[in-house]
């Protein structure tokens, strides 16, 4: 309603629409991360992922305790994808430069090294983790805004497990 029809089907477009990488990669992934077995951090994990994106998907799981969590699990082999980006878009920097040095007014080097950082950021899921932790301290005392809890325990640098939360998509707007 906000946005019209119109401009909502094309963010729509936007969303990553990329296969899931399967279930036991993502255990893999889960194990080497903790150095523990699947069974020692969950009672059960869901092999087949609620959300895939880009750099990541997303698994529910129980723990140990019996609390359902959302597992994110960075894509296997991501952090060297974005490293081969990264070294073409420095190369295209480079030859821009060389090939009209009027660009440099734009630093395009510098923008790279900018988007380089931010990457950097995205692939260290703890940084989301603490950012989530910030938001909902800051919202604690307001009723109508839930962020789920972080379960630090069972989060790392390519692992992010928080509650489990149940909602309706945005775009379903005849559940909403």
Same mark, same amino acid.
């Given at each position: 309603?906000?946005?019209?029809?119109?401009?909502?089907?094309?963010?729509?477009?936007?969303?990553?629409?990329?296969?899931?990488?399967?279930?036991?990669q993502a255990r893999a992934a889960?194990?080497?991360?903790?150095?523990?077995?699947?069974?020692?951090?969950?009672?059960?994990?869901?092999?087949?992922?609620? #959300? $895939? +994106? !880009?750099?990541?998907?997303?698994? %529910? @799981?129980?723990? /140990?305790?019996?609390?359902?969590? =959302?597992?994110?699990v960075l894509r296997p082999g991501?952090?060297?994808?974005?490293?081969?980006?990264?070294?073409?878009?420095?190369?295209?920097?480079?030859?821009?430069?060389?090939?009209?040095?009027?660009?440099?007014?734009?630093?395009?080097?510098?923008?790279?090294?900018?988007?380089?950082?931010?990457?950097?950021?995205?692939?260290?899921?703890?940084?989301?983790? #603490? $950012? +989530? !932790?910030?938001?909902?301290?800051? %919202? @604690?005392?307001? /009723?109508?805004?839930?962020?789920? =809890?972080?379960?630090?325990?069972?989060?790392?640098?390519?692992?992010?497990?928080?509650?489990?939360?149940?909602?309706?998509?945005?775009?379903?707007?005849?559940?909403?």
């Amino acid at each position: 309603d906000l946005l019209g029809e119109e401009m909502a089907t094309d963010l729509s477009a936007l969303q990553d629409d990329l296969p899931p990488f399967p279930g036991a990669q993502a255990r893999a992934a889960i194990e080497a991360e903790f150095g523990k077995p699947i069974g020692a951090l969950f009672r059960s994990f869901d092999d087949e992922p609620i #959300a $895939a +994106a !880009s750099i990541a998907q997303v698994h %529910f @799981a129980v723990t /140990p305790e019996g609390r359902e969590v =959302a597992v994110k699990v960075l894509r296997p082999g991501i952090e060297a994808k974005f490293a081969r980006d990264l070294e073409l878009f420095y190369w295209g920097a480079e030859m821009a430069l060389a090939a009209r040095p009027s660009l440099r007014r734009f630093k395009p080097i510098e923008s790279v090294r900018t988007l380089a950082d931010t990457v950097a950021l995205e692939m260290d899921l703890r940084y989301e983790a #603490a $950012a +989530a !932790s910030e938001l909902g301290e800051n %919202f @604690a005392d307001d /009723p109508t805004f839930h962020v789920p =809890a972080i379960d630090w325990s069972r989060t790392g640098r390519r692992v992010l497990t928080t509650a489990r939360v149940s909602g309706i998509p945005i775009d379903d707007r005849t559940a909403i």
